[in-house]
């Protein structure tokens, strides 16, 4: 006899399951109902709000969310997807979409150039709404005051392009990524190739606006000190939604070098390693010059690899300067005229993304280019190196970077080992107690928080490796300004123990 039960019992478990797939489906339809009653009330004029809210059934939905995700990692169909994506066009529609998540109540996600390398800004394990900001993306440029105020939702390509648009002997020193976003850049201590002379892109920030917990927008005379500084290289999701920051801008001259020399393992590539870290920390402050060591197919042995250090680099001043500089400093580069390009600060930039562009007649417009919905699959890890100088303080900082264009999970857990076991080979080489980390370079393997009991716990193992000495001071300010934990992710700062959410 066949038995009974299996039928009913596989459509009692049928049933079930279309129940569970109908509630998932419905829930965002819900929330998209009352967050659009929400910020109808919150936003003046309130009659086009309805087009700047996406949720899951809108035919534009993917294109929205796919836009700004720069890792392929996170654009799979087993990506967490949010309830809504939220496409703010003035302060107001930010302000409102605060208030109207905290009313759901659901976390709210801030995205700027999606260039977070973990997906932090547009993926969690929790239903979540994306606070999109490509669409504030205005730049003002005062060349006789000489600052900018740049809202977040801009790219630094278009920073860049805006200000030589104005003048050509003034700049900025941030990222080489012309697609990256300047909230997030330089709310998490970005840095770029001027660095050694004016400093990260924060030490050139002189005001800011925020829009707190409260919905209150607040600049660094209201805001105070305190979270002024913790805005700039403390991350600024953790604290609230940057609106704006108002930069100091550089004096660059009419002519900058740029050059890049190649060295294989059998052309003393590992002696010319050993000379940069003595030099490249200390050498005049006008040079920077990045270490880049790749495994590349051998010229020598067909089929084989063999590793290429490449030092990339960048001069503000003539060839001739920094060829007799080089030559006294850095001999092992070998470093000759004809090794070096001469070009204007926009050039450079071009150059620094791409150093075939120039060749290949690129002009500053593509600068304007956001590249929208292109990314490959990567993994990066990061490290400071403090010795072999005899003094407090980072020689340099080390990105390791996995790349690769393999689709299947398989790959990416090749990959993304692969990462890990060089990240352990270098345990003993790099900074200790703690293993320090740079928050731009975000790295999900160094701890995560899930906001449990243990939430400060959780936070103060990633915190301390992002943030070293500071992180107290940002866990107080944090604890002050948003002490509900309301802007939270996987790496933000945590509230103080007696605050923790249970």
């Known amino acids: 006899m066949a038995k009974p039960t299996s039928l009913p019992v ?41 087009k700047l809210v996406f949720s899951r059934t809108n035919p534009s939905f993917p294109t929205v969310l796919q836009n700004y995700i720069r890792n392929a990692r996170f654009n799979t169909t087993s990506t967490p997807k949010p309830s809504l994506i939220v496409t703010p066009q003035q302060e107001s529609h930010v302000q409102g979409t605060i208030l109207c998540a905290k009313s759901i109540p659901i976390q709210l996600k801030i995205r ?22 490509f669409n504030l993306r205005s730049i003002t440029v ?34 080489v990524g012309p697609t990256v976003g300047v909230g997030g850049h330089f709310s998490g201590g970005g840095y770029g190739n001027m ?31 305190d979270l002024f500084w913790a805005i700039r290289g403390g991350g600024g999701a ?5 609106l704006s920051y108002t930069i100091k801008l550089v004096p660059v001259p009419e002519t900058v070098t740029v050059f890049r020399v190649e060295k294989t393992l059998d052309q003393n590539a590992t002696d010319l390693v ?26 020598v042995v067909k089929g084989t690899k063999i590793i290429r250090a490449s030092v990339v680099a960048f001069f503000l001043g003539g060839a001739d300067e920094v060829v007799s500089i080089l030559e006294k400093e850095f001999p092992l580069l070998g470093l000759k005229k004809e090794n070096c390009t001469e070009v204007s600060w926009i050039e450079s930039v071009l150059w620094w993304d791409d150093d075939k562009s120039l060749k290949n007649g690129v002009k500053p417009e593509s600068l304007l280019d956001r590249n929208l919905n292109s990314a490959g699959f990567l993994k990066r890890k990061s490290d400071y190196v403090q010795r072999p100088i005899p003094k407090m303080g980072n020689l340099f900082k080390i990105q390791y970077s996995v790349n690769w264009d393999d689709p299947s999970p398989s790959a990416a857990q090749n990959f993304t080992n692969q990462a890990k076991m060089l990240y352990s080979y270098m345990t003993p080489f790099v900074s200790k107690n703690p293993r320090r980390a740079f928050l731009n370079y975000r790295d999900l393997d160094i701890g995560i928080n899930t906001f449990g009991d243990n939430s400060f716990q959780e936070g103060e193992v990633y915190g301390i490796k992002y943030f070293n000495d500071n992180f107290e001071r940002l866990v107080k300010i944090k604890t002050a300004v948003d002490p509900e934990n309301f802007f939270r992710n996987e790496q933000s700062i945590p509230v103080a123990k007696a605050y923790s959410l249970n």
């Open 238 to 242: 953790s604290f609230g939604v940057i």
């Open 10 to 50: 596989l459509s009692a478990t049928l049933f079930l399951l279309l129940l569970s797939v109908s509630a998932s489906l419905a829930a965002p339809a819900s929330v998209y109902d009352t967050f659009l009653q929400c910020l109808t009330q919150h936003t003046n004029p309130s009659s086009q709000v309805s």
């Open 142 to 175: 005062d060349i006789e005051k000489e600052v900018a105020v740049v809202q977040a939702g801009a790219t630094l390509g278009e920073v860049f392009y805006r200000i030589w648009e104005k003048s050509k002997v003034h700049g900025f020193p941030a990222g």
């Open 195 to 225: 660095l050694r002379k004016y400093g990260l892109s924060i030490d050139n920030v002189i005001d800011a606006q925020i829009v707190d917990v409260k919905g209150r927008i607040l600049n660094r005379e209201s805001m105070g000190e």
């Open 112 to 133: 700027s150039g999606g260039h977070d390398y973990e997906g932090i800004s547009y993926v969690s394990n929790e239903p979540f709404i994306i606070l999109d900001l």
């Open 274 to 299: 050993v000379q940069w870290q003595q030099v490249a920390p200390t050498t005049d402050d006008r040079l920077f010059m990045r270490l880049l060591l790749q495994p590349v197919s051998s010229k």
